[in-house]
Nanobody, 121 residues
Framework: QVQLVESGGGLVQAGGSLRLSCVAS????????MGWFRQAPGKEREFVAR?????YYADSVKGRCTISRDNAKNTVYLQMNSLKPEDTAVYYC?????????????????WGQGTQVTVSS
């Protein structure tokens, strides 16, 4: 079992930055592929970024977001810059071992409770 706890969300003006953090329980954190997803009101949960031996980003955030991890701290980060109102959503951290479907929710086994990001115009 892996428990994930996100933090770092908040209210920010357009053009601003936020860094989200996700701390994982357990001693096997380095085995997991870690991802960030987001869900806006009335929309499906969508892929944002993933990190394993490399990184991969959704087109909508490429160049503005950076995913990173610190295995010694069991933590994965999402640095978000140049935020836009359309980035407003609940952001979820996810962990999984799958090598396929990594841009879909089906590719992950464990989820955090989410952290709200609101970008004002």
């Amino acid at each position: 079992q892996v428990q994930l706890v996100e933090s770092g969300g908040g209210l920010v003006q357009a053009g601003g930055s936020l860094r989200l953090s996700c701390v994982a329980s357990g001693r096997t954190f380095s085995r997991y592929r870690m991802g960030w997803f987001r869900q806006a009101p009335g929309k499906e949960r969508e892929f944002v970024a993933r990190i394993s031996s490399n990184t991969y980003y959704a087109d909508s955030v490429k160049g503005r977001c950076t995913i990173s991890r610190d295995n010694a701290k069991n933590t994965v980060y999402l640095q978000m810059n140049s935020l836009k109102p359309e980035d407003t959503a609940v952001y979820y951290c996810a962990a999984g071992t799958a090598v396929v479907r990594i841009t879909t929710t089906a590719g992950y086994d464990y989820w955090g409770q989410g952290t709200q990001v609101t970008v004002s115009s």
